[in-house]
């Protein structure tokens, strides 16, 4: 079983920057890929980005360019770092990572108005 703990979501105005972390406890030795989904008011969960535990990332279309997901094996801990923020850019983040089964954070809200 693996734990997660997200924190860095918040406010910001359109054109702004967050960086979302998620550090993992438990059996992490066992953790291969990481990643980061979204869920906006009334719309189902997204994937957002994933990375592999050698550092591969892949990423949504919709942030191709502005997000950017990295990882620290000796942390335990996977960031996001998001650029240019925009307002449709709002939503409860989840954190995941994968074992046998996939273990998911509390997740952290992002708010980008003006």
């Known amino acids: 079983q693996v734990q997660l703990v997200e924190s860095g979501g918040g406010w910001v105005q359109p054109g702004g920057s967050l960086r979302l972390s998620c550090a993992a406890s438990?059996?992490?030795?066992?953790?291969?890929?990481m990643g980061w989904y979204r869920q906006a008011p009334g719309k189902q969960r997204e994937l957002v980005a994933t990375i592999t535990h050698s550092g591969s990332a892949t990423y949504a279309e919709f942030v191709k360019g502005r997000f950017t997901i990295s990882r620290d094996n000796a942390k335990n801990t996977v960031y996001l770092q998001m650029n240019s923020l925009k307002p449709e850019d709002t939503a409860v983040y989840y954190c995941?990572?994968?074992?046998?089964?996939?273990?998911w954070g509390q997740g952290t809200q992002v708010t980008v108005s003006s």
């Open positions: 438990g059996s992490i030795f066992s953790i291969s890929a």
């Open positions: 995941y990572a994968d074992t046998s089964v996939r273990s």
